[in-house]
């Protein structure tokens, strides 16, 4: 598995890696996702590593709303900042979860 550089020298943010990233923000882990789509540890494991065959679009969705972050940023990468020029966004889509008490 290869991960390409951008010009600026940043590493892209593969799916993989943002599905990772969404359940790390949301306090969530691979075994939560397993449970919620009946696959195997090795099946999401693959999908946070780019390896085989990615989830569908409709995974990536349910993805997004069990980890609250962005749909769009969750499948492309890239999040709309409301210009309506669909620039990308610095905020990655994730959102920080606080507790009510």
């Known amino acids: 598995?290869?991960?390409?550089?951008?010009?600026?020298?940043?590493?892209?943010?593969?799916?993989?890696?943002?599905?990772?990233?969404?359940?790390?923000?949301?306090?969530?882990?691979?075994?939560?996702?397993m449970d919620y789509?009946?696959?195997?540890?090795?099946?999401?494991?693959r999908w946070c590593r780019d390896d085989g065959v990615p989830p569908k679009r409709h995974q990536i969705m349910q993805?997004?709303?069990?980890?609250?972050?962005?749909?769009?940023?969750?499948?492309?990468?890239k999040t709309p900042t409301g210009g309506g020029g669909g620039e990308e966004n610095t905020d990655y889509g994730l959102k920080v979860r606080s507790s009510t008490n």
Do not use: C, Y
């Open 37 to 45: 789509f009946e696959l195997s540890r090795g099946t999401i494991s």
């Open 63 to 77: 993805i997004a709303l069990m980890t609250g972050v962005n749909a769009t940023w969750l499948e492309t990468g």
């Open 1 to 33: 598995m290869t991960h390409s550089i951008q010009p600026n020298g940043v590493p892209e943010l593969t799916l993989g890696w943002r599905i990772q990233m969404a359940i790390d923000a949301a306090g969530l882990k691979q075994t939560d996702l």
